[in-house]
């Protein structure tokens, strides 16, 4: 950690896997701040570490220092042209291949907890529909699989069913699938695009849990399932809400692996 006294972190703990980054850093001995304090030091490079979930905009963008450091997941692409002018270096914390892997495990956990939460029988011989083929998709299927439940994924192109099959039961795609809704007593969606509209939520048999992790607006029409009384919970930010102790341990790895401070 040699370099840990040229760096100041300034880390947002309005997302509870921040506060553990905010514990953790101080732990390795680098400075570390919060946003509400004064930054006066001008000795020092200042590391912005927002919570992933926040969308960073013009006022926040005018509180940022000058020639500082930002991780981030969300901003359009004017207030990042603003943060260049700056000259803010900008790092988005999902372009780092490792740590959106093991953000997805994650996910994938905290996705089978919900689904034990909120549904009334064992997850052994549960039949549950995973919607999307992604990564997340596929670790969840890959946990629920192992815990006895059976699984089918749906996705879009066939090409992609012999892929799915090491980890699902059965692999579909959405037009066969919405045939069969009846027979699920739980699904889980990932995909972030309106899938589970009114047509099919219709088809839901009493007592479906309907688990969304697509980010907003999600991939259900949560209008729809509240009027007809349907159990479902649009769950964002997974592993900052289940596990934020392992996100933000994730996250500070990643984060002074790419400012090449890890082990210096």
Known sequence: MGKSLEHCFVVDCSDSRNIFVYDRLKALGFKVSTLS???SDTSMTFVYLFAPSLVIDNIIVEDIKDNSIVFLTRIDDENKLALYKKGVKVFCYFDDEQLVSANAKLTAEGAVAYVILNTSISLESMKIAILGGGRIAKAIAGYLKTMGAVVTIAVRRESEFDKLKAVADTAVNFVDIEKDLKSFDCIVNTVPAMVLDKRQL??????????DLASKPGGV?????????????HALGVP????????????????LERLGLLGG
């Open 221 to 233: 029409n949560f209008d729809v399932a509240k009027e007809l009384r349907l159990s479902y919970i």
């Open 240 to 255: 900052g809400k289940i596990m934020p102790e392992t996100a933000g341990g994730l996250m500070v790895k990643s984060v």
């Open 37 to 39: 304090e004064n930054l």
């Open 202 to 211: 219709f088809r839901l048999k009493r007592g479906c849990f309907v688990l």
